[in-house]
């Protein structure tokens, strides 16, 4: 018995329904990444392991899917060594953000700074997979390199709020600061403990305020410390008023009394970004969130984080700046901040929320029935293209229940029936399937057929 062919969790097939309404959602992206100026690029789906480890902190290590060198790698290999670096040299990319600063450090000579790209690929990663969770996914990414101008990350902002106005779902974008962060764990007394820190702290969403103190306990940190990190992930309020809290403690108001410099310089950009939003007449909420923290190693200033607010699932949307990303690969001094838009998920949203347009159920306008004429039919359909009309032809002379059946299942709102009697006297018959409505025409009068189609 044949086995049943199936396909990997975490991976998807879709149809062309699907592929439709996933190209609304890139076209929609890409129409405003293009209004602000950026311009695209590609990247191979695989990259040199060397390029991708150490980028993502320990956890993102483990999900990066590594490719054997070749089908008998394990031929030459000494099984008295670790065998990984022996036989796999190359990874699926997990992101778009380090092969872009591949990218950058690779063809610096041949860009112009500052870089505005964009980016819409596919990208992997060894997740288990759940609702909203996916081992294959699509990132659409937007980044500017060589500039630490704030004026970009409110541009990036502008490029969320504009997307999804354009798809009609309310976000709210979250805000906070690498540095921020730092100096908290600089005013709890574990200022080498950062990456703990961040790490715990991203999770609050998910596991909540106890687990978090827990797995700080885990990591080391003293109940002083955590009594420090406690009332600031409890802190509410308006930004503003979270912003004037964070400064008095980190200005030396907190249990340690210790005074945070990167801290101060945090909140100092997060008031400049803030003022910048304001200013720009932002449509959705825009959010200072303290407990944001993305657990990635590469962010040094701004993250930013979207959520849907009116259906339940993760992050949609995030990213952040960078300041030393591209040194890793020989490229110093280059800032950069960006952020990625997760299509799949907001595929989800969409399509809870009902927010596809109902254009999308087919690319064919019209249908011509198959009669047995297709002399006759064959240059109405080229023309009818050639003016830009998506057209099929019923292949077969089958019956017409059975192709009105075929326009029906695929949603094709026009239909085409001529026989003998049409083919003899020119004239084409166009039926509105939706309307009821039916007309005839002269076969060379396209002007008149697409006016009829259009309307």
Known sequence: MAQKPSIPKGTRDFGPQETAERNYIFDTIRSVFKTFGYAQIETPAMENLSTLLGKYGDEGDKLLFRILNSGDAFAGADFEKPLAPQVCEKGLRYDL???????????QNEISFPFKRFQIQPVWRADRPQKGRYREFYQCDVDVIGS????NELELVQIVDRVFTLLDVRVVVKINNRKVLTGLAEICGFPDKVVDITVAIDKLDKVGLEAVEDELRE????????AVVEPVLKLSGTT???LAAMRALMDGGSASGVVSQAGLLGL???EELFGLVRAA????????????ARGLNYYTGAIFEVKALDFPIGSICGGGRYDNLTG???LPDMSGVGISFGADRIYDVLKGLVKFPEGLRSATRLLLANMGELPFILPVAAALRSAGVPVEIYPEAAKLKKQFDYADRKAIPFISINGSE???????????????????????DTAAMLAFLNG
């Open 422 to 444: 049409e083919a003899a006297a020119g004239r084409v018959n166009l039926k509105d399937l939706r309307s009821g409505e039916q007309r005839t025409f002269d076969c060379a």
């Open 240 to 242: 503003e008023e979270k």
């Open 328 to 330: 890793i690969f020989g």
């Open 97 to 107: 953000t380090v092969p872009f600063a591949r990218f950058v450090v690779q063809h």
């Open 219 to 226: 990591k080391g940190l003293s109940a002083q410390a955590i």
């Open 268 to 270: 100092d950009e997060l």
């Open 281 to 292: 007449g932002v449509k959705n909420p825009v959010e200072m969130d303290l407990s944001l």
């Open 148 to 151: 630490k101008s704030q004026v």
